[in-house]
């Protein structure tokens, strides 16, 4: 009896391995992959973007932007999220991809609301996260004692924050956590600590500060008066099919740009004042729209 | 030609050959296993010495250094290293008086009728995924500690609170195993002579138990030495040299599980990470050799 049940399992297993193995691969699957501070943007889209193209199928993954640009350039998936530019990461071969910039994403650093400070020069932020200042009593704040959460090395957010935030300087070794949830719940509940979360997690329990007496808002984002931002990149080998044009000409479509994106606190890149470029350079973006298809090439 | 019963004594039975069937089986099956673990320890040391042999840092500064930012080309491991066998002994110590008092209730006190449903309960123990006993950490353990002790919470004692409740069924279960290794008419034979059952115990049962709750540390420590997910989540990720019970510190896994996404696959930063995990694999190999030393010993 029990011979010929095992037999019949080992039949039924045999028979689902060969099915799968005979599956034709649907030519028409995309698959996306990076940034988790993308995602939320991209795995809306790609749902809505499912239900009007039935023969595609989006397929959206996490994994981080370094993970995200390197399986792009090793042609493992067909799109690489990323927060920062490819050849801010050592080890790609920039000049192989081309950057798409679908979306912007403010950053802003946060306190806990108990510290009793709201507005901090420039100056002063390096300070704080370069270990100079260590009580916010210097700041005119209560008497607590500093206390610096960061991103862990490598995550896009912290990149930006140190490029744009504090000037090209580099955090000083604190506490380090992998994503901005956590981030949140620690600034929250713990008087004297400083972070930085991008503008959609900004809640009514941190405080955001403002830098030089600019609030982080959109509109200063917009205006590049609020000068800590970053671009939300998808990146594609410069060979690209058919299948991903279509799905990076609907990220740039107006459902996505001015429903989507909005709706989950980013700000659309067809809606920028201002393009920037890697190292900093301001052009005008043609009266407040970027071009249609939203791509330049990104050399290296 | 053949008479039919020599033909038919000399053919292999059915039975026969199922058994060379199933031996083929079995064979297979540690076969496969075997292929896998030496092709994981080859992967991992080839990918683990990619940073000296190709990048040219020295085996020395990254064991002894304590700068850990790979982005600016200082590959020092030690904080991490210190951070992991710290909140590793730690747990231990905070874990082997609970285990092996719950050992000495489930094995020596007989009368105690719910005993095996006590052993069932920290059975089911291990099964908790790490996940949860890390948001256990977060949700419990942390904010505890920020409210007594001050400070964010996240640290040294966090982790190592957390790794004592993973590693306590383990040691419980391995060390109620020892108690039951050793054969029943010791304790019959003590008990005879008048001995109460502290003296059995203490005199007779643990001598004999000592090198497998010995090894039941050990397996605990290399354990908690491999744990990530659950220390990455309390124990703060600060690669800095920990100076108090309740400075934020890292472990080799912490850095490993929160590097591996946001670095490039065959970039200098990866193959850090890739060095980490070597050096855990290695000291996680040693702390089996320690366990299967202490059980030889016994023998």
Request: one cysteine or more; hydrophobic letters at 45%; a positive charge.
């Amino acid at each position: 009896m029990f011979n010929r049940k095992l037999r019949l399992g080992f039949l039924v297993l045999a028979v689902l391995i060969s099915l799968t193995g005979c599956r034709p691969l649907s030519k028409n699957s995309l698959t996306l992959a990076g940034s988790t501070a993308f995602q939320p943007i991209v795995e809306m889209a790609a749902s809505s973007y499912n239900l009007r193209h039935k023969k595609t199928l989006v397929n959206v993954q996490g994994g981080g932007s370094g993970t995200g640009i390197s399986q792009v350039e090793e042609g493992a998936i067909d799109i690489g999220n990323s927060d920062v530019f490819a050849s801010e990461k050592k080890g790609i071969k920039a000049s192989q991809l081309k950057d798409h910039q679908i979306a912007v994403t403010g950053i802003t650093p946060i306190v806990n609301p108990k510290t009793g400070v709201r507005n901090v020069s420039q100056k002063q932020l390096i300070g704080i996260f370069t270990g100079k200042i260590k009580n916010w009593r210097y700041l005119g704040g209560k008497n607590l004692k500093i206390i610096v959460i960061n991103r862990s090395i490598g995550s896009g957010t912290r990149n930006n924050f140190e490029k744009w935030g504090l000037a090209g300087h580099r955090s000083m070794v604190a506490q380090e956590q992998s994503s901005t949830g956590t981030v949140c719940k620690i600034v929250g509940a713990t008087p004297g600590t400083i972070s930085y979360i991008a503008f959609p997690y900004i809640s009514n329990k941190i405080q955001p500060l403002s830098i030089n007496g600019v609030k982080p808002s959109k509109q200063n984002v917009k205006t590049n008066k609020w000068k800590i931002w970053a671009y939300e990149h998808m990146y594609t080998l410069k060979k690209n099919d058919k299948n991903t044009r279509a799905f990076l000409r609907y990220m740039m479509s107006n459902n996505v740009q001015q429903k989507i994106i909005p709706k989950l606190g980013y700000i659309p890149v067809s809606s920028m004042n201002f393009k920037r470029s890697e190292n900093g350079t301001l052009s005008n973006s043609e009266g407040g729209r970027a071009k249609v298809d939203g791509s330049h090439t990104n050399g290296s | 030609m053949m008479d039919p019963i020599q033909t038919d004594l000399k053919k292999r039975s059915a039975a026969s050959k199922s058994e060379k069937r199933g031996q083929c089986l079995t064979f297979l099956c540690i076969g496969i296993s075997v292929l896998i673990i030496v092709a994981l320890i080859f992967f991992i040391t080839y990918k683990g010495l990619l940073l000296f042999l190709q990048d040219k840092v020295s085996i020395l500064s990254f064991l002894s250094g304590i700068s850990w930012d790979p982005n600016n080309g200082n590959f020092g491991a030690l904080s991490m290293l210190l951070g992991s066998m710290i909140v590793t002994i730690l747990a231990v110590f905070l874990a082997f008086p609970f285990s092996f008092g719950t050992a000495i209730f489930i094995s020596e006190i007989k009368f105690s009728r719910g005993r095996n449903y006590l052993r069932l309960a920290i059975e089911m123990l291990i099964g908790i995924p790490a996940v949860v006993y890390g948001f256990v950490g977060i949700s419990v353990v942390v904010p505890l500690l920020r409210v007594t002790m001050g400070g964010t919470g996240f640290g040294l004692l966090a982790g190592a609170i957390i790794l004592a409740m993973m590693i306590l069924p383990t040691i419980s279960t391995l060390c109620v195993d020892a108690f039951k290794g050793v054969p029943e008419m010791y304790r019959y034979t003590s008990r005879a002579l008048g001995a109460t059952q502290w003296q059995t115990l203490r005199r007779i049962v643990l001598p004999i138990a000592k090198p497998r709750i010995v090894t039941a540390i050990l397996f605990g420590m290399s354990q908690a030495f491999g744990e990530a997910v659950a220390i990455q989540m309390v124990i703060g990720n600060a690669t800095l040299i920990p100076t108090h019970l309740m400075s934020p510190a890292a472990t080799l896994t912490s850095v490993i599980t929160i590097g591996m996404g946001d670095s490039v696959r065959g970039s200098i930063e990866n193959d850090a990470l890739w060095s980490l995990a070597l050096l855990l694999l290695l000291i996680s190999l040693l702390f089996n050799l320690f366990a299967r030393f202490a059980m030889r010993k016994r023998n």
